[in-house]
């Protein structure tokens, strides 16, 4: 039997709440990848330019986030693997790549979605990819940030 996995960060909640829908929707178990120092709201506040994001978003080289763990209870079971992450700038939430670059995606079905309130996939995914080792990586789904249940729904059943 094939078991599915969704992996998010959620710095909001926004891609929280779509990664639980998800998952009731396919059945599947969820992880959620945390950064060791939390991410503020003032941190998050990309009009300041001296605000944690801002810098990092200016310094590609700080963008190596340390999380909680990398460690994936059953990795090897998953063999869809279902990523979600906020968009920062066009690209994919840093603490995102942080963990892909981790794991190993050999022989797994890769399927990110992004939550924006404003921006397009952009890059995101194809950085993601670039960033995996391994993996079947298919075209990213974005949602805008308060996507009702109906249009989540729409999208799992495409999968399922």
């Not at 979600?84 to 942080?98: E, F, K, L, M, Q």
Request: include cysteine.
């Amino acid at each position: 039997m094939e078991k599915t996995l969704v992996i998010y960060y959620s710095a909001q909640g926004h891609t929280k709440a779509i990664a639980e829908t998800i998952a009731n929707n396919l059945g599947a178990d969820t992880f959620e990848i945390e950064p060791k120092e939390i991410y503020t709201e003032e941190d998050l506040d990309w009009t300041n330019d001296d605000s944690r994001s801002t810098r990092e978003h200016a310094n590609p080289a700080s963008r190596d986030v340390e999380l909680v763990t990398t460690e994936i209870p059953n990795w090897s079971e998953y063999s869809t693997v279902i990523i979600g992450y906020p968009i920062w700038w066009g690209i994919a939430a840093w603490p995102t790549n942080s963990l892909v670059k981790k794991l190993d995606f050999t022989g797994k079905k890769v399927i990110p979605f992004c939550v924006s309130h404003s921006s397009g996939v952009g890059e995101s995914d194809q950085l993601l990819k670039a960033d995996a080792n391994g993996g079947d990586w298919t075209e990213c789904h974005r949602f805008y940030q308060d996507a009702d249940d109906a249009s989540i729904k729409s999208w799992t059943d495409q999968l399922a």
